[in-house]
């Protein structure tokens, strides 16, 4: 019993230091923070670290002080402050901030830094210190014994007790089984130094007397092993975390989320694993995983939750209680956790404290959301009755911040939970006349008068509404309203809605002649019932596309979605389903954001091997420019000027220039122009090899021509002409082009057929004429 209550006594003590404790810090920002910059810059905060371990001690408190009130569970910089404490031998204040940190940050390496402390102050005290030493060391292990890296604590613990001296038999054997229970709590530990603890505990049992060690080494053995398994397990999570990390509010980084599936890793190991050990011990160790959890991801309001809600399942509802406490210190702006907290009051009818957590999200009433005027109203309604509801939602309303949907919520409540249809209605009435201009408003009032089965007051609230909304702001209502008539209404008062439905929104739309049309649409609409359509789905998709076209086909295109796309209300009246899934089977696409192919006509990029190409009659085109393209066509033929002036304004890509050459070189092209040596004789008789040879239509034609006797000299021949110039494989590069056509123009100028020039201009008019194209676009 004295080993339990020391640890708890020695705690209370140091926790009375901390709240005597108080700074008087002056109100020094950090120098990362300026105006609304992130206060949370873990590199900034690493290098003012550093900064403070070079100032004197008077010049670093401050530092300290800044750093832990932005990072109150970086254990690396609680470790860091004390270290410099006890450097410059300020017991005092280094028990202080001792007792400031260490319940909340529970590492090895700050706990072992508090015993360096403890020892430090008591071995001088005799008796009475080595008391206090061995009280320091049971308050450690009762935190952080857990921890997979304690192994080396429990191994200092043993050699401290085994190094205190005894001076009688009684005081011998009193120690030897403090060692040994020590031991024996020690091996069952999955730690990194299980192993180690085991053949230390063998080799004292053993010192001690052999009998009885193999009772007791037989009896330890088995949670030895589980302890050791458990280890290995939990050993691939912890390899996962990073232990330096400072606790900051998520950002989204992909650090941070690799960081927080791995804490998640590890708590679901701890809460799912088997049960190789006592249940006491793997509750003491699930609750450990969750606070050191919470050393790093303390921003994180789902850590929190998850951990009062375990907590709370495991029957402790006070340490929920406490978590959540916590939680709201940590993240004080959390509505999420204020209504989880007051759930687990409510839910264990903590009625007054509930309250009080509701109280804090409503406050005076002036920063209030409307969301927590409603979760208030509703809270007072379940625990407190009707009036006291009442009460608030007559004050709510007063509230800067009230919106329509603290009307709606209390009307609601007041026909659904008091059964009172009449207070329900008056609350509308009242609150139409405050948001009549909200179209959310009229739609959940007419919903309510659908329920009362109340025709005539629903026509009026439409009429109404519609009298004072602006048409861009008025579409849900009318197709509400055409719902409505279908309903309700004859084919009189529907086909009468539909038109007036038409002529107000046509003033909206660009097209609004063609919208005040009649359309298959309109009958689709009327004779559809929830998912059951006049038509097949393929009619109704085909009719919704028609429809697009028909508001879209005069229009000039310059985004991918339309202008102004049909909303969902566009859709279920136009006859598109609002569902997706008309069909079980079948998904179909949102038609709305369908559009014609029509790209932005764009000026092409000028060809390479264009500019500069000489014509016939001395003159040299460089791409670009007005002047350039009529010069161009003075010295064109008058058949291919004539081509060229006449080619229309395409919207579409630009032609490829070199491409359009290479298919140019390929083909058998015949000159029109009269040349100096004959040139059409020449192609009809000259046996001189030419383009067309390496066509490959023309060696198909050719080959389905031969005679079956002539394959192969005909074949021998083909090889033949593949060794010329001309007949060399064509490459798509514009730098082997010109290359190519300069080797052919040698070719025909020392004999050659003069049909490669003729065809060599050909190729060029054309390649100027897809440069005209390029910059007419």
Same mark, same amino acid.
């Given at each position: 019993?004295?080993?339990?209550?020391?640890?708890?006594?020695?705690?209370?003590?140091?926790?009375?230091?901390?709240?005597?404790?108080?700074?008087?810090?002056?109100?020094?920002?950090?120098?990362?923070?300026?105006?609304?910059?992130?206060?949370?810059?873990?590199?900034?905060?690493?290098?003012?670290?550093?900064?403070?371990?070079?100032?004197?001690?008077?010049?670093?408190?401050?530092?300290?002080?800044?750093?832990?009130?932005?990072?109150?569970?970086?254990?690396?910089?609680?470790?860091?402050?004390?270290?410099?404490?006890?450097?410059?031998?300020?017991?005092?204040?280094?028990?202080?901030?001792?007792?400031?940190?260490?319940?909340?940050?529970?590492?090895?390496?700050?706990?072992?830094?508090?015993?360096?402390?403890?020892?430090?102050?008591?071995?001088?005290?005799?008796?009475?210190?080595?008391?206090?030493?061995?009280?320091?060391?049971?308050?450690?292990?009762?935190?952080?014994?857990?921890?997979?890296?304690?192994?080396?604590?429990?191994?200092?613990?043993?050699?401290?007790?085994?190094?205190?001296?005894?001076?009688?038999?009684?005081?011998?054997?009193?120690?030897?089984?403090?060692?040994?229970?020590?031991?024996?709590?020690?091996?069952?530990?999955?730690?990194?130094?299980? +192993?180690? !603890?085991?053949?230390? #505990?063998?080799?004292? *049992?053993? $010192?001690?007397?052999? &009998?009885? %060690?193999?009772?007791? =080494?037989?009896?330890?053995?088995?949670?030895?092993?589980?302890?050791?398994?458990?280890?290995?397990?939990?050993?691939?999570?912890?390899?996962?975390?990073?232990?330096?990390?400072?606790?900051?509010?998520?950002?989204?980084?992909?650090?941070?989320?690799?960081?927080?599936?791995?804490?998640?890793?590890?708590?679901?190991?701890?809460?799912?694993?088997?049960?190789?050990?006592?249940?006491?011990?793997?509750?003491?160790?699930?609750?450990?995983?969750?606070?050191?959890?919470?050393?790093?991801?303390?921003?994180?309001?789902?850590?929190?939750?998850?951990?009062?809600?375990?907590?709370?399942?495991?029957?402790?509802?006070?340490?929920?209680?406490?978590?959540?406490?916590?939680?709201?210190?940590?993240?004080?702006?959390? +509505?999420? !956790?204020?209504?989880? #907290?007051?759930?687990? *009051?409510? $839910?264990?009818?903590? &009625?007054? %404290?509930?309250?009080? =957590?509701?109280?804090?999200?409503?406050?005076?009433?002036?920063?209030?959301?409307?969301?927590?005027?409603?979760?208030?109203?509703?809270?007072?309604?379940?625990?407190?009755?009707?009036?006291?509801?009442?009460?608030?939602?007559?004050?709510?309303?007063?509230?800067?911040?009230?919106?329509?949907?603290?009307?709606?919520?209390?009307?609601?409540?007041?026909?659904?939970?008091?059964?009172?249809?009449?207070?329900?209605?008056?609350?509308?009435?009242?609150?139409?006349?405050?948001?009549?201009?909200?179209?959310?408003?009229?739609?959940?009032?007419?919903?309510?008068?659908?329920?009362?089965?109340?025709?005539?007051?629903?026509?009026?609230?439409?009429?109404?509404?519609?009298?004072?909304?602006?048409?861009?702001?008025?579409?849900?209502?009318?197709?509400?309203?055409?719902?409505? *008539?279908?309903?309700?209404?004859?084919?009189?008062?529907?086909?009468? =809605?539909?038109?007036?439905?038409?002529?107000?929104?046509?003033?909206?739309?660009?097209?609004?002649?063609?919208?005040?049309?009649?359309?298959?649409?309109?009958?689709?609409?009327?004779?559809?019932?929830?998912?059951?359509?006049?038509?097949?789905?393929?009619?109704?998709?085909?009719?919704?596309?028609?429809?697009?076209?028909?508001?879209?086909?005069?229009?000039?295109?310059?985004?991918?979605?339309?202008?102004?796309?049909?909303?969902?209300?566009?859709?279920?009246?136009?006859?598109?389903?609002?569902?997706?899934?008309?069909?079980?089977?079948?998904?179909?696409?949102?038609?709305?954001?369908?559009?014609?192919?029509?790209?932005?006509?764009?000026?092409?990029?000028?060809?390479?091997?264009?500019?500069?190409?000489?014509?016939?009659?001395?003159?040299?085109?460089?791409?670009?420019?007005?002047?350039?393209?009529?010069?161009?066509?003075?010295?064109?033929?008058?058949?291919?000027?004539?081509?060229?002036?006449?080619?229309?304004?395409?919207?579409?890509?630009?032609?490829?220039?070199?491409?359009?050459?290479?298919?140019?070189?390929?083909?058998?092209?015949?000159?029109?122009?009269?040349?100096?040596?004959?040139?059409?004789?020449?192609?009809?008789?000259?046996?001189?090899?030419?383009?067309?040879?390496?066509?490959?239509?023309?060696?198909?034609?050719?080959?389905?021509?031969?005679?079956?006797?002539?394959?192969?000299?005909?074949?021998?021949?083909?090889?033949?002409?593949?060794?010329?110039?001309?007949?060399?494989?064509?490459?798509?590069?514009?730098?082997?082009?010109?290359?190519?056509?300069?080797?052919?123009?040698?070719?025909?100028?020392?004999?050659?057929?003069?049909?490669?020039?003729?065809?060599?201009?050909?190729?060029?008019?054309?390649?100027?004429?897809?440069?005209?194209?390029?910059?007419?676009?």
């Amino acid at each position: 019993m004295t080993d339990q209550t020391s640890p708890q006594r020695f705690g209370r003590y140091i926790i009375k230091l901390g709240q005597a404790f108080s700074t008087s810090i002056v109100n020094w920002p950090p120098p990362w923070v300026h105006g609304n910059a992130d206060k949370f810059n873990a590199e900034a905060a690493e290098i003012l670290a550093n900064e403070a371990l070079r100032l004197p001690m008077s010049d670093a408190v401050p530092i300290y002080e800044q750093l832990l009130a932005t990072f109150p569970t970086s254990a690396k910089y609680w470790k860091q402050y004390v270290e410099a404490l006890m450097a410059v031998n300020n017991d005092e204040a280094t028990r202080q901030v001792f007792s400031r940190c260490l319940l909340n940050c529970l590492q090895v390496p700050l706990w072992r830094c508090y015993i360096r402390f403890i020892r430090k102050i008591n071995d001088m005290k005799g008796i009475e210190g080595q008391e206090e030493t061995k009280k320091a060391y049971e308050f450690m292990l009762n935190y952080v014994g857990a921890d997979i890296a304690s192994g080396p604590v429990w191994m200092e613990y043993i050699a401290y007790l085994k190094s205190l001296p005894a001076q009688t038999t009684l005081e011998e054997s009193q120690r030897m089984t403090t060692i040994r229970k020590t031991c024996q709590r020690a091996i069952i530990m999955p730690t990194h130094h299980v +192993e180690q !603890l085991w053949r230390d #505990y063998e080799n004292f *049992e053993n $010192s001690v007397s052999r &009998a009885l %060690a193999k009772g007791l =080494v037989a009896e330890y053995q088995p949670k030895y092993n589980s302890a050791r398994a458990v280890y290995r397990e939990r050993k691939k999570y912890v390899d996962e975390i990073d232990w330096n990390m400072l606790a900051i509010p998520p950002s989204g980084s992909s650090k941070e989320e690799m960081q927080w599936i791995a804490w998640k890793k590890l708590l679901s190991f701890e809460n799912n694993k088997p049960r190789r050990i006592d249940s006491a011990s793997s509750i003491k160790r699930i609750a450990f995983a969750y606070e050191q959890c919470l050393m790093y991801l303390y921003h994180y309001p789902d850590i929190w939750y998850d951990y009062a809600t375990w907590h709370a399942k495991g029957g402790s509802r006070d340490s929920a209680i406490k978590v959540f406490q916590r939680a709201l210190k940590a993240l004080p702006d959390s +509505e999420m !956790l204020k209504y989880a #907290y007051a759930e687990l *009051e409510e $839910s264990h009818g903590a &009625a007054q %404290a509930a309250k009080k =957590v509701y109280e804090s999200l409503v406050g005076d009433g002036v920063n209030a959301t409307a969301l927590s005027h409603i979760q208030f109203i509703r809270f007072l309604r379940r625990t407190e009755g009707v009036e006291a509801a009442r009460r608030y939602f007559l004050d709510a309303r007063k509230s800067p911040n009230c919106t329509y949907h603290v009307y709606v919520a209390y009307a609601m409540m007041a026909f659904c939970l008091d059964k009172d249809a009449k207070l329900a209605h008056n609350i509308f009435e009242a609150g139409l006349k405050r948001f009549m201009h909200e179209p959310s408003y009229i739609l959940e009032y007419a919903d309510f008068l659908c329920r009362l089965n109340d025709d005539r007051n629903i026509r009026a609230l439409f009429e109404r509404a519609l009298s004072s909304l602006p048409p861009d702001e008025s579409v849900e209502v009318w197709n509400r309203f055409t719902q409505f *008539e279908q309903t309700y209404g004859d084919l009189a008062s529907m086909l009468k =809605v539909e038109q007036r439905r038409k002529e107000a929104l046509c003033r909206t739309a660009e097209n609004g002649e063609s919208a005040l049309e009649n359309s298959l649409q309109d009958v689709i609409s009327r004779y559809s019932f929830m998912d059951l359509w006049p038509c097949s789905s393929k009619d109704l998709d085909h009719l919704a596309r028609q429809e697009w076209l028909s508001r879209n086909v005069n229009k000039k295109i310059e985004n991918a979605v339309p202008a102004n796309g049909a909303t969902s209300g566009d859709r279920s009246i136009s006859g598109i389903p609002n569902n997706p899934n008309i069909s079980g089977k079948i998904v179909y696409p949102d038609v709305s954001r369908m559009m014609i192919y029509g790209p932005r006509q764009q000026t092409g990029p000028p060809a390479p091997g264009i500019s500069g190409v000489p014509l016939p009659n001395g003159v040299t085109v460089n791409s670009g420019g007005t002047t350039a393209i009529d010069d161009i066509l003075k010295v064109l033929p008058p058949s291919l000027a004539t081509f060229v002036a006449n080619l229309p304004a395409v919207e579409g890509p630009s032609p490829d220039v070199d491409f359009v050459i290479s298919i140019c070189l390929q083909s058998n092209i015949t000159s029109s122009v009269s040349g100096k040596s004959g040139t059409p004789q020449q192609l009809q008789a000259g046996p001189a090899p030419s383009t067309s040879d390496v066509s490959g239509s023309s060696k198909f034609k050719q080959t389905r021509d031969r005679q079956p006797g002539k394959r192969k000299d005909s074949e021998r021949q083909d090889d033949d002409d593949t060794s010329t110039v001309q007949s060399q494989p064509l490459p798509r590069d514009a730098f082997k082009m010109r290359q190519l056509q300069k080797a052919r123009a040698t070719s025909s100028r020392t004999g050659g057929s003069a049909s490669y020039g003729s065809g060599f201009w050909a190729i060029s008019l054309v390649a100027l004429s897809c440069e005209l194209m390029n910059n007419l676009l």
